[in-house]
Each structure stands twice: as C-alpha cells, then as structure tokens.
C-alpha cells in the first residue's frame, strides 16, 4: 500500500493508469454514500446466489445418481464431461439467443460454472468410499437410509466441500465476465460505466469488491469445513 | 445345534478358496480355526457371516452373526457411542450402547472421535459394537493381531470375559496357536482350503499360558502347522 501510495505521490505510477490509493478510496467513499455501490452488491449477489443455488442442486443432483448407481454413470457422467470440455464463454452467444440478455442468462451461466467441478468432486468422493466400511454396513443391516447418512454422506463430504471451494470461485469469476459482456446493473456494470468514461478509480473499486467478495466466502467455506470435518483433527496418536 | 455346513466350498477361477467343508458349530461353542496365510480361514469368517455371496454346499448360518474385523473399521466421523449404537434396533438403542461401552472400559470416552483413541481403545469400541446386538455368533477375524504385545493380552482377557457374561457361539480366527488354546474349546485347522483337523479341548484344561499340558498341546498344533516348535 505504502509503495503504491509513493509511486502516485511521484507521478511514478500516473494517475491515468491507476488512482492513488486515496484517490481510490475518495472514489469508493462517493459510491458507498450515494448508495450505487450498496444496490450493484445487491444486484450482483443475488445474481450469484440464485447462480450458486441452481448449481448446487444440480450437482449435487447429478453427483449422487452417478456417484451411486452404475447406470446413472453411464448415463450421466458423458454429458457431464462434455460440459466440462466446453468453454463457459463459448455458450455465451448461445445463451443470449436462447435466453435475451436479461437475468436468466447470467442466472443460467453461474449455474452452469458452479455445477462442473462440485459434481467432478462429489462423484470422485462417492467412488472412493471405503469398501472395508461398506461391508461393515452390511455387518450391521444398515438399511439404505441408514448407510446414505452414517456412511455414503458423510465420507463424501471432504471432496465435496473441496468441491463447493472451487464452484464459489468460478461464481465469482463467471459473474465477473456475464456482468462485463452485458449489464444495466451490478457491480460489472459500474466497472464497464466507469471504463467508458475512463474512471480507473471506480475499476479498481470494482475489483475490490469482488476480491473482498471471493475472500468472505472462501472464509465462509472454511468455517464450514472446520465444523464438517471436526473428526480428522484431534489426535492423540 | 444353530450353525450347520455341508459340502461348503468357495473357488474364484483358478483358486480354491474352501473345499468341502463339513462343520456344525452349538450354541455358545467357542472355536477358534488357525492355519496358514491363505489357507480359507477369512474366507470361512466370510461365509459365516453372510459377506460372500458365491459359496456353494448347504450353510445353515447364525440369525444374527456379528464381526470384528482385524482392522477396527469404525467410521471416523462418527463418535465411540455413535459407532456402538450404529443401526441398532430396538428400545433405548444409545442406553444400551452406552452400557456395552462401559462393558469394555470406555466409560467416559463416548464422545471421542476414533482417531482420538488408541489401537486397543478402537478395538474395543469395535468389540463393544458387535456385542450391543447380542449376536448368536460373535466372529473375530484375527482381532488382536494389530495390537502391541500388552494391549494383545488385556484385550484377550476381555474377549474371555465378555464371553462369560454374554455366550454367544464364537468363532475366532487366528494363526496364534497359543490364542486359540487360551480363548476356545475347539480349534480347527484349515490347510489349502480344507478342514484337516478338529480338536475339543478337555473342559479341565488350564487356561494359563505356562501350563505344561496347555504348552504341549501348543507344540502338537505347531508341529500339525509345519512349524517344528
């Protein structure tokens, strides 16, 4: 911050490639008072969130029939790792052709994003379950509900949570760009405004915010993890 | 007489696995089956405990076996009590879990993750895990062999005591000949998948390791093993 702060002080780092930190947080200031900053967060939030929510339950969804049934597998796994092969942006144009330019579009990409690689974890997971603990479920009568809660769920849950790690991080990035490609709102939104009339101080706002948005939900991520996982820690051997 | 097998044999492709198995086992009877590596004895655990699927011959097996496996298997995350109460039926299932702990010498340490108790401790949680279902027919499949010296011997003590209280049939399968005579009435000896010899030990034999008539019989299972003792 300091080297940053001398260099605009020096004229070193010019104005027109990158604000001075205080020029900077000058420009955030008039953003958050003014309330846009406050209502592009909410726009881009709930973008991500209603994003996140459909990618989740999709591959979640799609995880455990081919994580559990050797049909579902073969049905599923296939198309799964063609969606995986094709760029996210490369849909784009198809996207906004099926579904305008409106919400759904950036609602469906972020979906999209998120489900890849929680669904690549989860099912890895699901296929790396102990066999040595599936006999001991079938030594007690589990029955299905039974061995899906003390066994499959939670010996999933580290690579899953590995997973939804990856799947909040591309959220983020795959916001970043749908907000860039078109937006009346949002945090991408500001950050394309402020490009157009060349604001660099509102742009390394905007960044900012994302990077302090990806950061609290890796944080959250974390704190999760720490709860789920409490039985790898503590040993005394 | 609640265990019954006839011609029970078990082969995949080339390997035989048993051959021609005839063997009743009575209730509350403990026997114990040495042999070498490889020689069916796991694969005889197996059947009995209705893990295998593809034996063939007649088997009339226990109504409720239970296993304790050589490793403890417990799942990791859930606790000691979690792991004991795990699928049981009936009233008061954590109750009793909780007593079977007891039972073992865990009281107080029902909370505790599997990784934060010792090998013995895992063992007995496993132990205390199959005996809470009060099975006709406890198996152990070599259970004390991961265990250092001393733990092995409070841990077999245990087994011998839990039997007492309990009496369920008892199957343990070891190459331990001295463990065998120490903890069954009956031992069995499985060589290239066959039952080649079956002993009753007198009800007055000394269950003590030093016992001259107990070290005798030991050097005469050795010597049937190939050990020259």
Sequence with gaps: MATWQLASSTGALPATTIGSPQDVTAAAWVLIEDGQLSHALVVSLRRVVLGVLLGLALATFFGLVAGLSPWGDVLLDPPMQMARAIPLYGVVPLFIVWFGIGESTK????????????YLNLTAALRGIDPELSEVADTLRLTRWERLRHLVLPAALPGALVGLRLSLAVAWLVLIVSETI?????????VN???????????????????????????????MERRALRWQGGATR | MTIVLRGVSRSWEEIVGLSDIDLDIADGERVAVIGRSGSGKTTLLRALAGLDTGITGELRGAAAPAVVFQDPRLFPWRSALDNVALGLRGTDPRDRARA?????????????????????????????????????????????????????VSAQALVADLWERHRPALLLVTHDVEEAL????????????????????????????????????????????GVEP
Excluded: C
């Design chain 1, 107 to 118: 609602v469906i990409l972020i979906a999209l994003g998120v489900m890849v690689p929680l």
């Design chain 2, 182 to 225: 120490l903890l069954t009435d009956r031992v069995l000896l499985l060589a290239d998948g066959r039952l080649v010899h079956d002993e009753r030990l007198p009800a007055d034999l000394p269950r003590r390791r030093d016992d001259p008539a107990l070290v005798a019989r030991r050097a005469d299972l050795l010597r049937r093993l």
């Design chain 2, 100 to 152: 079977m702990l007891a039972e073992v010498g865990l009281h107080g340490r029902e909370d505790a993750w599997p990784r934060q108790l010792s090998g013995g401790q895992r063992q007995r949680v496993a132990l205390a895990r199959a005996l809470v279902r009060e099975p006709d027919l406890l198996l152990l499949d070599e259970p004390f062999s991961a265990l250092d010296a001393l733990t092995r």
């Design chain 1, 182 to 190: 078109n937006a009346e709102s949002g945090i991408g939104f500001i």
């Design chain 1, 193 to 223: 405004n402020a490009r157009t009339f060349l604001q660099n101080d509102i742009i390394v706002v905007g960044l900012l915010t994302y990077a302090l948005l990806g950061l609290a939900t890796d944080y959250l991520v974390r704190r």
